[in-house]
Structure formats: structure tokens, C-alpha cells
């Protein structure tokens, strides 16, 4: 059974940096395209960004230049860097899974963000 367990959330002010990292269990951890998805209070959960098993990246706009995605395959982690945090980052951020261009199968429980202005 696939299991995603997140970590790194937390309270910090703007301009800062967090860390959050992802772990997966269960599976082959480099046959699967990682991504980083967030859900702000009122808003719709979105994508931030992805990375896929050969390490090919891509970004939501707004977040492109300070954030950054990398993983370990070795130690069967995602990580997301995220640098110059703002308010309007504030979210619970997911941990997702998917197989190449199949829908995100595996989610992890979200941790939460909180960026104070």
C-alpha cells in the first residue's frame, strides 16, 4: 500500500524560507512523477509544481523563482524549497502521486503553511 507522510509545515514570517519534504512507502519511488499541490482557505486546490522521475520540473507561475522542487530516489523523498514565502502561500500543502500522465493517485495527509505578513 502506497503511503505519502509530508513534513516540514509551519509558521514563518514573510520573506522567509521553509523546507517540506514528502516520503513514500510502499512502491518504486523513481517510477512516479511527484508533485507539490497547496489549498488556500476559500480557494480551489491547485498544482504547484512537479517533478518527474528523471528530474524534469515544472511550476505554477506564481511561484516560479522561489520555490523549488527536487527529489531523492535513493531515500524515496520530494522535496519542496520554498524561498521569499508571502502571505497569499498560506496553505495546506499535498504531497501527490501519479504514473506518468494518469491522473495523481497517492496523496499524503497536507501540512500546513502559514506565512506572516
Known amino acids: 500500500q502506497v503511503q505519502l507522510v509530508e513534513s516540514g509545515g509551519g509558521l514563518v514570517q514573510a520573506g522567509g524560507s521553509l523546507r517540506l519534504s514528502c516520503a513514500l512507502s510502499g512502491s518504486i519511488f523513481s517510477i512516479y512523477v511527484m508533485g507539490w499541490y497547496r489549498q488556500a482557505p476559500g480557494k480551489q486546490r491547485e498544482l504547484v509544481a512537479h517533478?518527474?522521475?528523471?528530474?524534469?520540473?515544472n511550476y505554477t507561475d506564481s511561484v516560479k523563482d522561489r520555490f523549488t522542487i527536487s527529489r531523492d530516489n535513493a531515500k524515496n523523498t520530494v522535496y519542496l524549497q520554498m524561498n521569499s514565502l508571502k502571505p497569499e502561500d498560506t496553505a495546506i500543502y499535498y504531497c501527490?502521486?501519479?504514473?506518468?500522465?494518469?491522473?495523481?493517485?497517492?496523496w499524503g495527509q497536507g501540512t500546513r503553511v502559514t506565512v506572516s505578513s
Open positions: 501527490a502521486a501519479r504514473v506518468g500522465l494518469n491522473n495523481w493517485k497517492y
Open positions: 517533478i518527474t522521475g528523471g528530474g524534469s520540473t
